[in-house]
DNA sequence: CAGAAATAGTTGCACTTGTAACTAAATCTA
DNA sequence: TAGATTTAGTTACAAGTGCAACTATTTCTG
């Protein structure tokens, strides 16, 4: 019997396979120069964006779920790259923000990471870029 | 500072968002129905496509590396799904085929695999489908 | 307002995954 | 052709990940 799926061509397959290939180059740089894997670096790049996040608003920006979460932001805490601070309006919850450290290093990884999508990204044009962006947006809707 | 990198708009970011949202909806589905997980339904693919490949094949054939594709045959190979033949061109390999219960299960999962896909990716065209196809294939080559 | 139910976040334990070292066989080289 | 090198695949151990149970606090309900 013939086979009606070819997984060279099972749009799920590509999916995983080029995303795993980006995360691969990617977290491979950040390990190696910064010593942060991607749930630590989304904290950080999200923490630089608007500061003060509490553990569930990071879940929600960072779309990890709130144990990775809390593991990285231990992580980060230990290395001095982020700060607790007691939430007023919650006591079981609390406020997080880069220290001086965190964003020194993120001014540092920024512009790589910048880089880096441009090396990867740069091959596509700018409104095949955009379309990218919006396929996997109303694949991940539909995914959820 | 205000931040030139916003994570939301970084497409490693969303890349790496759409592929874990599509693979939870499809591993939970192998896994609950077949007790497969995604390495083990992808050498399951490639065997019902050609059988008869030595796992240096099917890491091409499923870009995994040797490791993931030893453990994954080794748990077909235990469920009697899969069986070994020697290669006489090369005593260090050896060739995986289906088995009948490899086939009969094949011919179950791939149906539904189809669904799922049509499930998760109908919400595109035609059109596009081939267009998240040609993006993905050009990005993974540039990250390699 | 007391007790029940829900929520925020963490931790323990089992399972998965990755790196490095290993065995066995083939190939290269002098 | 003996010895060194490379290659195919497996295994052992460490690190990462996910689920379930847990603590502490808040919110709901009668």
Request: glycine fraction near 4%; hydrophobic fraction near 45%; charged fraction near 25%.
């Amino acid at each position: 019997m013939a086979s009606l799926l070819i997984l060279e061509r099972f749009l799920p397959y590509r999916l995983s396979v080029a995303s795993n290939a980006v995360s691969a180059r990617i977290s491979g740089t950040y390990r190696k120069r910064f010593g942060l894997n991607i749930a630590e670096w989304r904290l950080i790049a999200i923490l630089a964006e608007s500061s003060r996040q509490t553990p569930a608003l990071l879940c929600e920006a960072t779309q990890m779920d709130k144990i990775a979460v809390s593991r990285a932001a231990a992580a980060l805490v230990e290395r001095s790259l982020v700060t607790i601070d007691n939430n007023p309006f919650d006591g079981r919850s609390h406020f997080l923000s880069l220290t001086n450290d965190g964003r020194a290093l993120y001014n540092e990884i920024a512009p790589l990471a910048l880089t880096t999508e441009a090396d990867l990204f740069g091959i596509l044009t700018r409104e095949e870029r955009a379309k990218l962006d919006e396929l996997l947006r109303r694949v991940e809707a539909a995914a959820k």
